[in-house]
T-cell receptor, first 113, second 112 residues
Framework: AQSVTQLDSQVPVFEEAPVELRCNYS??????LFWYVQYPNQGLQLLLK??????LVESINGFEAEFNKSQTSFHLRKPSVHISDTAEYFC???????????FGSGTRLLVRP | DTGVSQDPRHKITKRGQNVTFRCDPI?????LYWYRQTLGQGPEFLTY????????KSRLLSDRFSAERPKGSFSTLEIQRTEQGDSAMYLC??????????FGEGSRLTVL
């Protein structure tokens, strides 16, 4: 069965430091990849997605993720985090156009001043 | 607000009671999904609709669970004879192919 692994349940980091949130998936077929963010008391919001084309995708608020097919990874990075980036981040995959998402267990990013 | 709306936001019930959650998707979205999220876990797929047709149901969806989308617009998720293990956040999402999946804020169920 397909699965998504987010090894880090919590990542503490100081403001303005770089961060990487790791995501690995298991699938033998082509996938669509997503990162969703959940701020406290809010719904899940799409941060960025990879469907096809360039393996490096970027969000409007400075995050980026790179699809690595050989390592089956889709790690999320930001060169300099802000306090406002404190949230839960979920990696997800979809196996086909049904867009049925399989989520990882999430990584809580805690940005400290 | 033109986002995905869920009601109620929080439901507390006693074991054995029936509960129903409603989801109003974004109006032009023809696909609607239900997920369940427990504490410390990512959302788990339950079922999804294309218009009024229920296309897939997860094995997580036992016989006590039923979902409908009668006119291809809003959807309901009913849980009969609730159990404490049903306590979770129930998320609804809607989607228009080629676009983005939008999630509601969820309905939190607490079974005492």
């Amino acid at each position: 069965a397909q699965s998504v692994t987010q090894l880090d349940s919590q990542v503490p980091v100081f403001e303005e430091a770089p961060v990487e949130l790791r995501c690995n998936y298991s699938s033998s077929v082509s996938v669509y990849l997503f990162w969703y963010v959940q701020y406290p008391n809010q719904g899940l919001q799409l941060l960025l997605k990879y469907l096809s084309g360039s393996t490096l995708v970027e969000s409007i608020n400075g995050f980026e993720a790179e699809f690595n097919k050989s390592q089956t990874s889709f790690h999320l990075r930001k060169p300099s985090v802000h306090i406002s980036d404190t949230a839960e981040y979920f990696c997800a995959v979809a196996m086909d156009s049904s867009y049925k998402l399989i989520f990882g267990s999430g990584t809580r990013l805690l940005v400290r001043p | 607000d033109t986002g995905v709306s869920q009601d109620p936001r929080h439901k507390i019930t006693k074991r054995g009671q029936n509960v129903t959650f409603r989801c109003d998707p974004i109006s032009e979205h023809n696909r609607l999904y239900w997920y369940r999220q427990t504490l410390g876990q990512g959302p788990e797929f339950l079922t999804y609709f294309q218009n009024e047709a229920q296309l897939e149901k997860s094995r997580l969806l036992s016989d006590r669970f039923s979902a409908e989308r009668p006119k291809g617009s809003f959807s309901t998720l009913e849980i009969q004879r609730t159990e404490q293990g049903d306590s979770a956040m129930y998320l609804c999402a809607s989607y228009l192919p080629g676009g983005e999946l939008f999630f509601g804020e969820g309905s939190r169920l607490t079974v005492l």
